[in-house]
């Protein structure tokens, strides 16, 4: 298993960007497909992005394909999200996560890793 540590979340205005980070411990990170998930308050956990163990791939839930990218560096064990044009409807707790798998899924449970979670709240 992977141990990770989210970062970068805030207060921001709608239209707003903001960058998340996810620092992972381990010498087998480059071997993981990342994702990043979100929790709005009063909502279930959701999917938001996900990237490939070589980020050769990357995939987005509708909501914010074009507005977010999910990047990684195996060499500094880190994956990001960059958000902008941020909408109020982005507010939640995101979550990083780690699968054992090398491409990842859209399912929560396909990941065996998780992050404490940053907060981002979007004011309208």
């Known amino acids: 298993q992977v141990q990770l540590v989210e970062s970068g979340g805030g207060l921001v205005q709608a239209g707003g960007s903001l960058r998340l980070s996810c620092a992972a411990s381990g010498r087998t990170f480059s071997a993981y497909a990342m994702g990043w998930f979100r929790q709005a308050p009063g909502k279930e956990r959701e999917f938001v992005a996900r990237i490939t163990w070589n980020g050769g791939f990357t995939y987005y839930t509708d909501s914010v394909r074009g507005r977010f990218t999910i990047s990684r560096d195996n060499a500094k064990n880190m994956v990001y999200l960059q958000m902008n044009s941020l909408k109020p409807e982005d507010t939640a707790v995101y979550y990083c996560?780690?699968?054992?798998?090398?491409?990842?899924?859209?399912?929560?449970?396909?990941?065996?890793?998780w992050g404490q979670g940053t907060t981002v709240t979007v004011s309208a």
């Open positions: 996560a780690a699968s054992e798998g090398r491409y990842g899924s859209t399912s929560g449970s396909s990941y065996n890793s």
